[in-house]
C-alpha cells in the first residue's frame, strides 16, 4: 500500500510538471480555448496572414474605413443589420452554452481522476477523507472562511490601481469570463454559469489537490507543512496565467489546504472554494460587460497578441487588427 501511494505521488507531480511546462495556462485556462460568439481570429505571420476568415456579407456594396494602427470599421446597412439582430442574439447565446457546458465537462473531468487515484492508493472514503460530512456545522463553516479570502481580495482591488502585476491578473480573469460567458450582460445566465462553475471547481478541485493529492503527500513525508508548500507550488503552477495570479492561486492552495487540516472535513474547503469562486465570476462579469465595445475588444486582443472579431464586434462594426507598422495612422477609405 505504501509502495502504491508513493507510485500516485509520482504520477501527480510527473503530470503537473508535464502540464506546466507544456502550457502554464493551458489548465486554468482552458477557457480560452473555447472562443466566445464565433470568433474569428486572425493570427500574423512574419510578413503576410497565414489565414484569415471573411465574415459573409451582403451583395451591396459596403465602404470599409481601414486604420492600419486602429482598427477596420465597416459600415453595414442598417437593414442588414437589423434583420440579423435576433439570428444573431440567438447564435450568440448558443454558442455561449455551448462554451460553458464543454467548460463544466472539462472541470467535472478532476472527479473521476481523483475517485481513480484515491482508489489505487486506498486512501478512505475514495478521497473525501474518513471525517467528510456535508452538514450545517461544515456549510457555517465554508461561509464563515469565504471572509477573509473576500477581505484579501477587497485590499487587492484599492492596490490595483498602483500595480501592474494586478491589473495584468484582473486583465486575465476578464478575458476567461468574456471567453466563457460572452459579452453581453445577463445576470440570470450568469448566476446560473457561475453557481455550477463554482460548484464543480470547488468540489473537484478540493478532492483531488486537497483529498487526494495533499493526503498522499502527507502520508509519504510524514509532514503537513510539506504537503501544504509542495500542493500549493503545483496548484500555482498550473494557475499560472500570470506570475502574480500564480503566486495569489498558490496562497490559495495554502489555505484551502489549512481549511482542511483544521476541519478534517473536506466539505469545508469545498465550500469556501465554490462559494468564493461564484462571487468572483459574478464580480467580473457584471463589470467586464459594463466597458464598452472597444474595451471588450482590447481585452479579448490582448491575449497572445491574436486579433478577434466576434459577431457582437462585427454587427457594431468595429475590427481590431494588431499591426506592428504605425505609420501613416489616417483611416483611408476602400470599397470592397
Not at 132 to 149: E, H, K, M, N, Y
Not at 193 to 216: D, K, P, T
Not at 285 to 300: F, K, P
Request: aromatic share 8%; hydrophobic share 45%; with cysteine.
Amino acid at each position: 500500500m505504501v509502495l502504491r501511494r508513493q507510485a500516485s505521488v509520482n504520477v501527480l507531480l510527473l503530470a503537473a510538471a508535464a502540464l506546466c511546462q507544456s502550457s502554464s495556462s493551458s489548465f486554468f485556462n482552458a477557457a480560452l480555448a473555447f472562443s466566445h460568439q464565433n470568433v474569428v481570429t486572425v493570427r500574423p505571420s512574419q510578413n503576410a496572414f497565414d489565414r484569415i476568415e471573411i465574415l459573409p456579407r451582403s451583395n451591396n456594396i459596403t465602404p470599409i474605413n481601414y486604420s492600419r494602427r486602429k482598427s477596420l470599421v465597416l459600415a453595414s446597412p442598417s437593414d442588414d443589420t437589423d434583420n440579423k439582430d435576433t439570428s444573431s442574439s440567438s447564435s450568440t447565446l448558443k454558442q455561449d452554452i455551448y462554451n460553458v457546458a464543454t467548460l463544466i465537462g472539462a472541470q467535472a473531468l478532476l472527479v473521476p481522476i481523483a475517485v481513480c487515484i484515491a482508489q489505487f492508493s486506498n486512501l478512505p472514503n475514495i478521497g473525501l477523507g474518513s471525517q467528510f460530512q456535508i452538514g450545517s456545522g461544515a456549510i457555517v463553516d465554508g461561509l464563515r472562511w469565504t471572509l477573509p479570502l473576500f477581505g484579501v481580495a477587497g485590499l487587492l482591488r484599492i492596490v490595483e490601481p498602483y500595480s501592474k502585476s494586478l491589473k495584468d491578473v484582473t486583465r486575465a480573469t476578464q478575458r476567461s469570463v468574456l471567453s466563457v460567458l460572452g459579452s453581453t450582460r445577463r445576470p440570470f445566465f450568469a448566476l446560473l454559469v457561475s453557481c455550477i462553475l463554482g460548484a464543480v471547481a470547488g468540489i473537484g478541485e478540493e478532492w483531488l489537490f486537497r483529498g487526494v493529492f495533499q493526503q498522499l503527500l502527507t502520508d509519504k513525508f510524514g509532514s503537513s507543512s510539506i504537503s501544504l508548500a509542495v500542493s500549493g507550488l503545483v496548484f500555482g503552477l498550473l494557475h499560472a496565467v500570470t506570475p502574480v495570479y500564480a503566486l495569489l492561486a498558490g496562497a490559495a492552495s495554502v489555505f484551502f489546504g489549512y481549511l482542511y487540516i483544521i476541519s478534517h472535513n473536506l466539505a469545508v474547503p469545498m465550500i469556501t472554494h465554490a462559494v468564493y469562486d461564484v462571487f468572483a465570476l459574478m464580480w467580473a462579469h457584471w463589470s467586464v460587460t459594463g466597458l464598452e465595445q472597444e474595451e471588450r475588444d482590447a481585452i479579448l486582443l490582448d491575449y497572445q497578441g491574436a486579433p478577434v472579431l466576434s459577431t457582437n464586434t462585427y454587427k457594431e462594426g468595429h475590427l481590431n487588427v494588431s499591426d506592428d507598422d504605425e505609420e501613416d495612422d489616417s483611416p483611408k477609405v476602400y470599397n470592397s
